[in-house]
């Protein structure tokens, strides 16, 4: 089976930083695209940062300059690292990975349980 857990989430001051974690775990063959969405309360889920099995990354424009997105493949385990946080930031976030499992060897998304991060004015 194949997992994946998030943490880091919390509450912080706008202005300040949180480094989130989303950690994959499991009979995992390989791992490509990885995604960071969020999801505030009455809106629909947005994605937030993507990062690829190269290494390339893209980001939604209301985070350019203030997030950053990582990855370390040796340990499966993906980063977003946000600066500058806004109260609008307020919202809880998941981890989205495309996954191949050993048990069949094709891409599969899989979604982590969400984190909260709060951001007070």
């Known amino acids: 089976q194949v997992q994946l857990v998030e943490s880091g989430g919390g509450l912080v001051q706008a202005g300040g930083s949180l480094r989130l974690s989303c950690a994959a775990s499991g009979s995992i063959f390989s791992i490509n695209t990885m995604n960071w969405y969020r999801q505030a309360p009455g809106k629909q889920r947005e994605l937030v940062a993507v990062?690829?099995?190269?290494?390339?990354?893209d980001y939604a424009d209301f985070v350019k300059g203030r997030f950053t997105i990582s990855r370390d493949n040796a340990k499966n385990t993906m980063y977003l690292q946000m600066n500058t946080l806004k109260p609008e930031d307020t919202a809880v976030y998941y981890c989205?990975?495309?996954?191949?499992?050993?048990?069949?060897?094709?891409?599969?998304?899989?979604w982590g349980q969400g984190t909260q991060v709060t951001v007070s004015s």
């Open positions: 989205n990975a495309e996954i191949a499992p050993y048990s069949d060897f094709r891409a599969h998304y899989y």
């Open positions: 990062i690829e099995g190269d290494g390339s990354t």
